[in-house]
């Protein structure tokens, strides 16, 4: 069983800066991948950037180049710098984990981008 917290989430103006971060009941470097997915309203949730055990990295596109996933398997946490934020970034982040051949999620964060 792992739980997930999610927390840094707020409201910031456009080309702003935000850290998310998911504190993990479980130690960290036994879970093979973790992630972070967002939805907006009116949307299917989606994949914004995973992290496996080894450290490799996978990034949707429309965040490339402006976010960035890493593991502090001292904390047993899974952040996410989001750098360059746009108004379509707006949505509730969730922080998931797989292990032991189950999905577990967090109860998600709001991000709102807006002037």
């Known amino acids: 069983q792992v739980q997930l917290v999610e927390s840094g989430g707020g409201l910031v103006q456009p080309g702003g800066t935000l850290r998310l971060s998911c504190a993990a009941s479980?130690?960290?470097?036994?879970?093979?991948?973790m992630a972070w997915y967002r939805q907006a309203p009116g949307k299917e949730r989606e994949m914004v950037a995973v992290?496996?055990?080894?450290?490799?990295?996978t990034y949707n596109d429309p965040v490339k180049g402006r976010f960035t996933i890493s593991r502090d398997n001292a904390k047993n946490a899974v952040l996410l710098q989001m750098n360059g934020l746009k108004p379509e970034d707006t949505a509730v982040y969730y922080c998931?984990?797989?292990?032991?051949?189950?999905?577990?999620w967090g109860q998600g964060t709001q991000v709102t981008v807006s002037s």
């Open positions: 998931y984990a797989y292990f032991a051949g189950r999905n577990y």
């Open positions: 479980a130690r960290i470097f036994s879970i093979n991948t």
């Open positions: 992290i496996s055990s080894a450290g490799t990295t």
